[in-house]
């Protein structure tokens, strides 16, 4: 009989209990074919979370129609941002949880294992958890890495981690972060990372703020995603010294006939463009690292729009990924998350304590 739980590691008495982070996002498929792209497409459209419709009605939709045509289309997609390294998103990502635990090692704290996972593909949140676990993590902090709440992102990560708890025995504390839009080491660090490329290119006529689209109707039914887009914007103008004509707020990847949040920014860029408006940076603070999304639909599908309308110039001002001042921000805001688990001194010798006293007792070893 197939046991319910995923087996457990070996524990010995006294061993320290480390603390895990566990970076979280969105995923990709293992490559950019077809074949790889089909079963990414129904786990990630199978979501309720991100189609909120009864699945007797739009299951028939997706195996039917969607699946048959879209993975051809989306692979094509994928191999215009693909790396000889694999994915974008996931090398970020995967670099960002080495670089974390690295500059978390350099302030002291060696006892925190960093890891990451996809809601979506490899490697899963549930392979994550158990990973850190085998590592002796007896606390995690579940960390979505979008800045901005929305039922249909970090909720439904937080799902899958919560889902993956289930079929643990022996569970791990948990903690979760659940935003970080107006978070200041997050907004000095777009800020840091938005001058560093003007310091090098130039400043723009106009800066659009583009944040990922979700439908009109979540807003409507109180999901709090537009309005911590918003703070993050104003914020964000606030940190650069914008005026009120220097910046635009806009969404992007509608999908589907229903309204989604507004302005659009292929809409946008087009009405710019006609203006004939110079030069149009396009910054993605809704997104750490880089991924289709950005990579594609933003800089390559974006810039097309703005000069086919007549605009003269386009630039694409890359998501925070691994610099250096993210990498130090992250770690500034899982350490404000972790306060009451770092270990002390107290906490070495009371485990020593433990295990001479379980052994006495006949403790295995």
């Given amino acids: 009989m197939r046991d319910h739980f995923l087996p457990e590691p070996s524990y010995q008495h006294g061993q320290p209990n480390k603390t895990g982070i566990l970076l979280i996002n969105l995923g990709t498929p293992d490559a950019p074919t077809k074949a790889a792209l089909k079963p990414?497409?129904?786990?990630?459209?199978?979501?309720?979370?991100?189609?909120e419709l009864p699945g007797w009605l739009w299951q028939p939709i997706l195996r039917g129609v969607i699946l048959q045509t879209r993975p051809a289309k989306s692979a094509a997609k994928y191999a215009q941002i693909w790396t000889r390294d694999g994915s974008p998103l996931k090398l970020h990502t995967e670099r960002l949880a080495k670089q974390l635990k690295g500059t978390l090692g350099e302030r002291g704290q060696r006892q925190i294992e960093v890891g990451y996972g996809m809601r979506y593909g490899n490697p899963s949140i549930e392979s994550a958890l158990m990973e850190l676990k085998h590592k002796g993590c007896?606390?995690?902090?579940?960390?979505?890495?979008?800045?901005?709440?929305?039922?249909?992102?970090?909720?439904?990560?937080?799902?899958a981690a919560y889902g993956a708890l289930q079929r643990i025995r022996h569970q791990p504390e948990i903690r979760v972060i659940k935003h970080f839009h107006d978070a200041p080491p997050y907004i000095n660090a777009l800020a840091a990372s938005i001058r560093e490329y003007w310091a090098q290119h130039g400043r723009p006529s106009k800066l659009l703020l583009s944040f990922h689209g979700t439908p009109k109707f979540a807003l409507d039914r109180g999901d709090p995603y537009h309005c911590e887009c918003l703070k993050t914007a104003r914020l964000l103008a606030e940190a650069l010294q914008l005026s009120k004509d220097q910046y635009d707020i806009c969404f992007q990847s509608r999908f589907g006939k229903a309204e989604w949040l507004q302005p659009y920014l292929s809409a946008t860029l087009d009405k710019l463009g006609k203006a004939a408006t110079r030069r149009v940076d396009v910054v993605c603070p809704g997104f750490v690292a880089d991924c289709l999304e950005t990579l594609e639909e933003v800089a390559m599908e974006g810039k097309a729009t703005f000069l086919a309308a007549g605009g003269k110039e386009f630039h694409y001002i890359p998501c925070l990924n691994t610099g250096a001042a993210w990498v130090d921000a992250l770690a500034d805001l899982v350490t404000d998350h972790l306060q009451g688990w770092l270990p002390s001194a107290h906490d070495d010798a009371s485990r020593a304590n433990s295990r001479q006293r379980a052994l006495e007792l006949g403790a295995h070893q």
Avoid: K, M, N
């Fill in 138 to 159: 007896e606390r995690i902090l579940l960390l979505p890495l979008y800045p901005q709440y929305a039922a249909s992102s970090t909720a439904s990560a937080l799902d």
């Fill in 40 to 51: 990414y497409l129904r786990e990630f459209l199978s979501d309720p979370r991100i189609v």
